[in-house]
T-cell receptor, first 113, second 114 residues
Framework: GNSVTQMEGPVTLSEEAFLTINCTYTATGYPSLFWYVQYPGEGLQLLLKATKADDKGSNKGFEATYRKETTSFHLEKGSVQVSDSAVYFCALGLSGGYNKLIFGAGTRLAVHP | NAGVTQTPKFQVLKTGQSMTLQCAQDMNHNSMYWYRQDPGMGLRLIYYSASEGTTDKGEVPNGYNVSRLNKREFSLRLESAAPSQTSVYFC?????????????FGPGTRLLVL
């Protein structure tokens, strides 16, 4: 079936450290891939997305590349800030009837000064 | 431009009580969704509405009903609440159906069923 697997958290980093959050997926067809971020007490908001293989999504210093050969969409940032502390969700978007988003379990990131 | 709004923010119910969660969007989107978020499980789709006048079941529809009142509003009703429905509920909208469409989420309703 279709699924998303994310690395378990929490991930704890010092400010300015390098961030990687792993995401792998299983899907039939040609999904789109998304990273959503949820700040404390808020709803999810789109961070970045990629709609086909080898596409790179980027936003606010975060990047992720759609790798079909490894079925991965790892999130990276070169230098994290305290304000990046949040829960990050990887999701895949499938066609066929409706805009079906399948979410990973989420990875909590805590950045300390 | 408020985006997606939800009311109430927080609700406590007793088992067997009913309630309706309200959602509205001001982005002129055609499609709307209701999700629940449980610890360690990501979000799961309860119901969705492709366009005004249509609704369909998602992954976990049992115990819920929905109404697409007009293009802006999409409500979720719990007829007889159960403790298993304790969760955080998110409404979302997108311009249309399609795997590339971004969904925009509301701030959520935290529901506790005793």
């Amino acid at each position: 079936g279709n699924s998303v697997t994310q690395m378990e958290g929490p991930v704890t980093l010092s400010e300015e450290a390098f961030l990687t959050i792993n995401c792998t997926y299983t899907a039939t067809g040609y999904p789109s891939l998304f990273w959503y971020v949820q700040y404390p007490g808020e709803g999810l908001q789109l961070l970045l997305k990629a709609t086909k293989a080898d596409d790179k999504g980027s936003n606010k210093g975060f990047e992720a590349t759609y790798r079909k050969e490894t079925t991965s969409f790892h999130l990276e940032k070169g230098s994290v800030q305290v304000s990046d502390s949040a829960v990050y969700f990887c999701a895949l978007g499938l066609s066929g009837g409706y805009n079906k988003l399948i979410f990973g379990a989420g990875t909590r990131l805590a950045v300390h000064p | 431009n408020a985006g997606v709004t939800q009311t109430p923010k927080f609700q406590v119910l007793k088992t067997g009580q009913s309630m309706t969660l309200q959602c509205a969007q001001d982005m002129n989107h055609n499609s709307m969704y209701w999700y629940r978020q449980d610890p360690g499980m990501g979000l799961r789709l309860i119901y969705y509405s492709a366009s005004e006048g249509t609704t369909d079941k998602g992954e976990v529809p049992n115990g819920y009903n929905v109404s697409r009142l007009n293009k802006r509003e999409f409500s979720l009703r719990l007829e007889s609440a159960a403790p298993s429905q304790t969760s955080v509920y998110f409404c979302a909208s997108s311009e249309s159906l399609g795997r590339q469409e971004t969904q925009y989420f509301g701030p959520g309703t935290r529901l506790l069923v005793l």
